[in-house]
């Protein structure tokens, strides 16, 4: 069943990881080793997790790094399916 508007994971990562937790941008982003500029723009959803960095929460959260790239991958595709047209595109299976 597909999810209707995903949260980016970001916003989840903002609201149910630091936010609890008291953990300030600049302390992730330090902890994460990544800059507070990457971090808060993952946190604001203005940039995609990578691999890279699903690895690097998953180790400092002791979560899974698929877990958030199949989030990440759930929000592009619901946003790709919203502007995308694929009235010109054939199907080539068959005859």
Same mark, same amino acid.
């Given at each position: 069943?597909?999810?209707?508007?995903? /949260?980016?994971?970001? #916003?989840?990562?903002?609201?149910?990881?630091?936010?609890?937790?008291?953990?300030?941008? !600049?302390?992730?982003? #330090? +902890?994460?080793?990544?800059?507070?500029?990457?971090?808060?723009? @993952?946190?604001?959803? +203005?940039? !995609?997790? *990578?691999?890279?960095?699903?690895?690097? @929460?998953?180790?400092?959260?002791? !979560?899974? /790094?698929? *877990?958030? #790239?199949?989030?990440?991958?759930?929000?592009? #595709?619901?946003?790709?399916?919203?502007?995308?047209?694929?009235?010109?595109?054939? @199907?080539?299976?068959? !005859?």
């Amino acid at each position: 069943m597909e999810m209707y508007n995903p /949260a980016h994971p970001g #916003l989840l990562l903002k609201e149910e990881v630091l936010e609890p937790l008291g953990i300030s941008v !600049s302390e992730a982003a #330090l +902890k994460l080793g990544t800059s507070r500029q990457n971090l808060s723009g @993952i946190l604001n959803e +203005k940039i !995609s997790i *990578s691999p890279e960095m699903a690895l690097r @929460i998953a180790k400092a959260f002791h !979560s899974d /790094a698929k *877990s958030w #790239l199949n989030m990440q991958t759930a929000y592009d #595709l619901w946003h790709a399916k919203q502007r995308v047209n694929l009235d010109n595109v054939q @199907i080539m299976y068959g !005859s």
